[in-house]
């Protein structure tokens, strides 16, 4: 594997006529971004991994500063997953380019995270275009994970550059929680939490599909999982899988949650 932490010097050594693949990442890698680098390798002659712990898409100071960083561990496991290229930006690097523009999110698209993490995806969407700006792998690698950033960077990235967008599975563990880097700051009893709170909302998914007149029982979803000691709910909102509008049909929805699990944010779908 090669370190690169100038984009520059990437650019010099890797031959992006070959099918290369792009995992982009903030690294405390687990089974989540493993599964993104295991389709990347199946699908690509040579995969690039990013870890860049994005400073424009925190909209809290300590959040940024407390986000876990493992990067030794990160290393050694890229090796063994026999990842090609490893970029470790500095953040000069991304954002010295006069190419920096700013990315407006359109009112209809300022719901859930967008609304709740103010400037997030923005900065979210400025790091990705900033990427695809100077490299040019033929495909990027995307969670569904974080199902809203993949939409929106399909909608005001994707277009405008020739490279794929792949999304991929949801990675959990066998109590139905989403792997996150964030769950290394809950101990077993927070993940217990989770796993309930997860196991609810598929069971409450089943009943929608059902009886779709149940999509409006979310307030009292809430309520209920409210009562789960240390869980706060931000949102659950049932939409539309395609669009994210709130049209939906018992075929084409989704259920997405934020919440803090103690002090810690955790979103997902299902
Ligand atoms: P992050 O390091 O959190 O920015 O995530 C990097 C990429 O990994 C994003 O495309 C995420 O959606 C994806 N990802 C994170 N957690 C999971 C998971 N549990 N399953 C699948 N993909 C994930």
Redesign the pocket.
Known sequence: MIIFKSINKLNKEVNFKAKVGF???????????I??IKSSRKKCQKTLVS?FV?PSQFNNKNDYKNYPRNLKKDINLLRKLKVDYLLIPKSEDIYKNKNKMKIKISKTDKIMCAIYRPGHFEG?LAVINQFLIRLKPKYI???????Q??YLVRKYIGKKFKTKVVP?????DKNMV?????NSFLNSEDIKKSSILAKKIIKFKKKIIKNIMLRKNTKNIIFQLNKLKNIKIEYLEVRNEKNLSKKITNKNFKIFVAYYNKNVRIIDNF
């Open positions: 995992v982009p990442t903030m690294g405390s890698l687990h089974k989540g971004h599964s993104l870890i994005n979210v690698f995307f969670g569904k994970k974080d199902y950033q993949l991929c599975s949801t990675i959990r989403a792997l996150s880097s964030r």
